[in-house]
């Protein structure tokens, strides 16, 4: 969508009446307000669902909040170069279209002018040789055209920003574009952090003692719900231990549910919720009581660049969840992590056998969560740099810990 040619209103606005204001001598300047001096930083977004909120949206909301910026998202292309005065950083979030990549090209011409930086933001793979067959939103991506729109993009940016390393080296090999920075995902204390109640966690735990609920969130693109690998997908491997334990565990599905368990979804012995509104998802997860959450996934360069959202809203809320092993979840200890299906029927009888231990966990995995909390000086402070200064500055000391 092109947004018309009207001119957008000075960003300045006098803060009061000149009639009002006192005399100043002849040599001190007039002060502009703090509005006026802070940077800009616009945003076109392509969803503003989850990934639109965690890499964008929520810290804009905290960078305004804060008073270190003025920053604005929308999905309109705006095409007037006049809209640009005092821009520091105009952000594309996984732009792909022909008609993205031609907006791009405007942009380069009015950053001659108004010398912004461009960052190209993504979250997921666009290679559509990396999206497994079995991810039904693989169409999206499909095509010829979209793939070469995406890597003409990034190579036309100042920057790309990443949620993980592995995401990094891949993007860095399938593009050429070698300044690449990571920002991991930061949890905002706003939407989870606040909701740590490690006494409600116990009470769960006793409650729930002699059938321990055992939560799993994820989309349909987990699931190989069109049969096109017969079945080989995230959780394949655990997929059967799955059913054989509906008597021993209380198996818990939010979003979708693995196709070939459909029949205990239908019986009741597996609890199955539709996906959450975001405003509404943190309280429904802490309201499951889970005293396990887990994250399996199958090794594959795809979800090997995922970041570890899972891991980190379990450590925030003080729930362990037990992961796959692999460089997704790193950030996880080695107990909290898993590579055959003996293994993670091994661990979690472990997690849950005694509580003292299980209360340790709580308070131990909540440190983890808090440090990954968004409004952290050190943790917005990595979107700040990145708008703020260029790639390999060395002003950058917030970046530094995760590049």
């Not at 950030?331 to 299906?341: K, Y």
């Amino acid at each position: 969508m092109i947004q018309g040619p009207s001119p957008f209103p000075s960003p300045i606005v006098a803060p009061y009446s000149v009639a009002h204001q006192k005399p100043q001598p002849p040599e001190q300047k007039e002060q502009l307000p703090k509005e006026a001096s802070l940077p800009r930083f616009v945003n076109y977004l392509a969803d503003y669902s989850g990934c639109g909120h965690w890499r964008i949206l929520w810290p804009e909301g905290v960078i305004n909040a804060r008073g270190d910026g003025m920053s604005q998202s929308t999905t309109a292309m705006v095409t007037t170069p006049q809209w640009y005065n005092g821009v520091k950083a105009v952000k594309l979030q996984r732009q792909a279209s022909s008609s993205q990549k031609e907006f791009v090209k405007f942009l380069k011409e009015v950053q001659k002018q108004h010398d912004f930086k461009i960052i190209y933001e993504v979250d997921d793979v666009v290679f559509r040789e990396v999206i497994p067959d079995y991810n039904k939103f693989k169409f999206a991506f499909d095509n010829d055209e979209i793939r070469q729109n995406c890597i003409d993009i990034i190579n036309m940016v100042d920057e790309v920003t990443v949620t993980c390393d592995f995401m990094k080296q891949l993007y860095i090999e399938k593009t050429g574009q070698q300044k690449v920075t990571v920002i991991p995902n930061f949890v905002p204390n706003s939407w989870m952090g606040q909701l740590f109640n490690p006494r409600k966690v116990e009470r769960a735990y006793d409650q729930n003692k002699k059938k321990p609920r055992i939560l799993y969130t994820g989309s349909g693109a987990h699931y190989d719900v069109d049969n096109k690998v017969g079945g080989k997908d995230d959780l394949a491997a655990v997929r059967d231990f799955i059913r054989k334990t509906v008597n021993k565990y209380q198996w818990i599905f939010v979003g979708a549910f693995p196709p070939q368990l459909v029949d205990l979804v239908h019986s009741k012995k597996i609890e199955f919720y539709p996906w959450q509104p975001l405003l509404k998802y943190p309280y429904f997860i802490a309201n499951l009581n889970a005293q396990l959450m887990v994250a399996p996934l199958l090794p594959n360069d795809f979800n090997k660049a995922k970041s570890d959202i899972k891991f980190i809203e379990a450590c925030t809320l003080g729930i362990p969840c037990l992961c796959q092993n692999m460089e997704t979840y790193s950030s996880a200890p080695e107990s909290l992590r898993f590579d055959t299906v003996e293994e993670f029927e091994h661990k979690i009888e472990r997690i849950l056998r005694k509580k003292n231990k299980y209360a340790q966990n709580i308070r131990r995995l909540r440190k983890i969560g808090e440090d990954r909390i968004l409004e952290l000086d050190d943790n917005i402070g990595c979107h700040l740099e990145a708008l703020n200064t260029p790639w390999g500055s060395s002003e950058r000391k917030f970046l530094n810990k995760w590049n």
